[in-house]
């Protein structure tokens, strides 16, 4: 299979309900808020993607880089730190593709796409695609590719791995949010995290449901995906 994080999408400006109340307490109050358009990878940032950053910079490789688990070069790369993800971007950007991480405002309206009061990015039940229909733990992730477009034509959002979003994390954040194009806390002590993962007994996460970690800590089951 061959993948291409270059394939962007471009996720329409508007107002949507971010948030749930029938979640955990930090997805809650539900709010509405605009968020201007912006373009999405279609796919997480492949292991092969992020093999050419390191031979270029040299930098240290994600944890379990040689584990055969994780080798498959249309996985997505996982191993991967908040600081790792952001030094990505500004290498990508440098380089003339100027790209960042997703706020979690983003990366919920993408996730969400037309089915505005779902669960999951195609309706309220798991996809049946999900590999184990979303039983898990697995062995590993799966190929970014597999299973079907959501209907703003996104492979894997909300399912596989745990994608690292800029925000500063704030259980109470959502209290004070911004209506227009929220980007977080100015300070905070973990970084947002958004989706499923390979490791949990489920692989796929409700939209709004929101995760955290320190910005230095490399799971393998964190990765992330670009916006611009």
Same mark, same amino acid.
């Given at each position: ?35 201007? @358009?912006?373009?999405? %990878? ?7 993607? /992020? ?29 991967? @730190? ?22 979690? #405002?983003?990366?919920?309206? %993408? ?9 999951y990015p195609s309706g309220n039940e798991i996809p049946k695609w999900i590999p ?8 590993? =992730? ?6 079907? %477009? @959501?209907? !703003?034509?996104?492979?894997?959002? %909300? ?6 979003? #800029? ?5 109470t954040y959502y209290c004070h949010s911004p209506r227009r194009n929220p980007s977080? =806390? ?35 089951? /964190?990765? !992330?995906?670009?916006?611009?």
């Open positions: 299979m061959i993948i291409s994080v270059k394939t962007f999408v471009t996720i329409p400006s508007g107002w949507f309900d971010m948030g749930s109340e029938t979640g955990q307490r930090d997805e809650s109050p539900v709010h509405r808020i605009w968020v201007d @358009s912006f373009q999405i %990878a279609i796919y997480p940032v492949t292991r092969s993607e /992020y093999q050419h950053f390191l031979e270029d910079t040299n930098r240290e490789h994600p944890r379990d880089w040689d584990n055969p688990l994780f080798w498959n070069s249309a996985y997505p790369v996982v191993g991967v @730190s908040w600081n790792d993800a952001t030094v990505y971007c500004l290498w990508r950007s440098s380089n003339g593709d100027l790209v960042r991480l997703p706020t979690e #405002a983003e990366w919920e309206r %993408a996730a969400r796409g037309r089915q505005a009061k779902h669960d184990a229909r979303g039983r898990g733990p697995l062995a590993g =992730p799966w190929e970014v590719g597999l299973g079907e %477009a @959501s209907d !703003f034509g996104l492979y894997g959002i %909300a399912a596989n791995i745990h994608e690292w979003c #800029a925000d500063w994390h704030s259980r977080g =806390p100015s300070s905070g002590v973990r970084r947002s995290s958004r989706g499923g993962s390979w490791r949990h007994a489920l692989t796929i996460s409700r939209v709004s449901a929101r995760s955290k970690l320190d910005p230095s800590f490399r799971y393998t089951d /964190y990765g !992330f995906r670009l916006v611009r």
